[in-house]
């Protein structure tokens, strides 16, 4: 298919000139600057020198007052408020090790006065994790449902740092996801996105409480869709992405940039337990399923 000629577009001298921009031109110089196709008709319209009204998404998005750059900035104000710190104190069971059926090595840990432990032992665990709000008046908050291990107590603790105790309304074992409770908060929940629509090269934005420093943002792109084959395939189809996901992430939410839930972030691959670009999220189809799911079962329906 032959590509339509573009002729520059000339001007008069002035006496603060600004050179002619083709309008191929202008998409590049706004794709530089904003990194995606949203808000590009405002970034045109100044390179234009025409004064255009932004539109509410492009606003909502891009525009920071008094700022003369594209801002993630006004879009985190909006989302962060419904994106909560799970901290849970659970009794489990002391996992197996070959060594303890080593009697040299019962007899080491003995003479250094060292416990041993035996089958069956259980010992007490602090986790941290995330979540998410999906319905503010119901206190109903969506998390990873591995964080819950053993739980005897769940404590909630939002952006502003009001901390809740939480209870488990149910979980749901395709999805590794669970529901919490917590009182009734004024905050408007996060809305599910169509994961149908994630295409590689989609930009999102993963929330959450790495190593439980408290709430951070980052950001990349859908590394791919559909991945299955993770955690022993007992996850079903996730969708991959490069944006930070570390041990404390699990359970916060995969946002695009319109500010919906596409994925809850649930798992990671790496030698070290960290981030080597190579994270997973649920996607939000299935996370919405596995959430009325839970709330029927409650219901009893």
């Known amino acids: 298919m032959r590509e339509p000629d573009v002729a520059p577009r000339l001007s008069r001298p002035q006496k603060h000139h600004r050179p002619a921009v083709s309008l191929a031109g202008r998409l590049l110089v706004c794709l530089a600057l904003t990194g995606t196709l949203v808000g590009c008709a405002q970034t045109l319209s100044a390179l234009s020198g025409r004064a255009a009204a932004p539109s509410s998404r492009e606003t909502f998005l891009f525009r920071k007052p008094g700022a003369a750059y594209p801002s993630l900035a006004p879009l985190m104000r909006r989302v962060t408020p419904a994106v909560v710190n799970v901290a849970v104190d659970a009794v489990v069971r002391i996992e197996e090790n070959p060594l303890l059926s080593d009697p040299d090595f019962r007899r080491f840990m003995e003479r250094f006065g060292m416990e041993v432990p035996e089958e069956g032992d259980t010992e007490r665990r602090q986790s941290v994790g995330s979540g998410l709000i999906v319905d503010s008046e119901r206190g109903y908050v969506l998390t990873n449902k591995h964080l819950l291990e053993g739980a005897t107590a769940i404590e909630v ?6 901390s809740y105790r939480a209870r488990l309304l149910g979980s ?60 022993d395939a007992r996850l079903g189809e996730l969708v991959q992405t490069d944006a930070s996901i570390n041990p404390g992430n699990s359970g916060g939410p995969l946002i695009n940039l319109a500010g919906e839930v596409v994925g809850i972030n ?3 691959m790496g030698p070290t337990g960290g981030n080597v670009g190579i994270g997973f999220a649920v996607p939000s189809n299935r996370a919405r399923a596995a959430l009325a799911r839970v709330l029927a079962r409650r219901r009893g329906g």
């Open 157 to 162: 603790t939002l952006k502003d740092r009001r």
């Open 172 to 231: 749901d074992d395709g999805t590794d996801l669970a529901v919490l409770q917590i009182p009734a908060i004024d905050i408007t929940p996060l809305a599910f996105g169509d994961s149908k629509t994630l295409e590689v090269g989609d930009f999102v934005i993963a929330v959450g409480n790495p190593f439980g420093l408290g709430q951070t943002v980052t950001s990349g792109i859908v590394s791919a869709v559909g991945r299955s084959g993770v955690g």
């Open 266 to 268: 649930t798992a990671l």
